[in-house]
């Protein structure tokens, strides 16, 4: 337990707490630490489903709210009738597909969502900005793309490609200038691609495990060249877990799985698992592969560089990529129901189901 003595905090709002990661995160402090309060805020847009959260929805410091970032006056609103002590932020638009069809919707939510908390924070923490901490979780697709060499190093210069990205980098940077201009107590980590339990099936792993399932199309970008280093998502939320404890104040960290791996690699690798867990012939799976047009601005490779973590902080992954896949499908093919629901969009009533009226 990572108890962090120069903050006495007690209640804690995580800001996208119904997401793939978010709920990791939630998961973690809730069962973590249960001194502290911990409320979860989400618009529950497509990517938000309190069913990932079913286990831990019934704990006494567990609440959640349905709030959107984007609403200056409800963010002021929730802020002075809480009185939080921290902001874990992870709310955010977050698929380059997505990006690239509609800009504007990762403009609001990325970066006015952002400075909406932001101003909220200090506008009800002023005065008592050492007691009190914002945590912003970013991605390391601000950094751009690398060459066939070199890693991300939190010194790296930013230089966003797509829509996603540079929204991302506007909001790492509206952090910062609160810090530097106003004072207020912030941290930033970028980490990699995450992979694991309850990711959204539009995503790379999500989306090849499900069609592979079905015996659908799996498509890869352009020739599968792009390189992506993966970070097992409860890896991820231990990272957070630390670096909000024992961080000092205005610290950037990078957070990466040091599991480099090209696209098609890793879907060959994915057609491997899937055709022994599923119990069919070698080479099954893989011919569904389907090269698709390249995404436009793909960057071709990223690499993090988490060194500053690991010794500053003591933090290292825990599970090497084949062994964290192999988890990853095992969940998804006994979380059937759960797939089902996202897939059909029926996951999407769980939220008038089981919290209208609480």
Known sequence: MLLNTKYPMKKFLITGGAGFIGSHVVRRFVNTYPEYEIVNLDKLTYAGNLANLKDVEDKPNYRFVKADITDAAEMNALFEAEDFDAVIHLAAESHVDRSIADPTAFVMT???GTVNLLNAARAYW???YDSKRFYHVSTDEVYGALGETGMFTETTAYDPHSPYSASKASSDHFVRSYHDTY?????ISNCSNNYGSH???????PLA????????PVPVYGKGENVRDWLWVEDHARAIDVIFHKAKTGETYNIGGHNEWKNIDLINLLCRIMDE????PAGTSAQLITYVTDRAGHDLRYAIDSTKLQQKLDWV???????GLAKTVDWFLENEEWLKDVTSGNYQAYYDTQYQGR
């Open 110 to 112: 990325n970066v006015i």
């Open 126 to 128: 002023k005065g008592k």
């Open 183 to 187: 004072g207020l107590d912030v941290v």
């Open 199 to 205: 990711h959204f099936p539009e995503k790379l792993i």
């Open 209 to 216: 495990i499900n069609n592979i399932k079905n015996n659908q």
């Open 277 to 280: 867990k599923l119990g069919r």
């Open 317 to 323: 992954p825990s599970l090497q990529f084949e062994e």
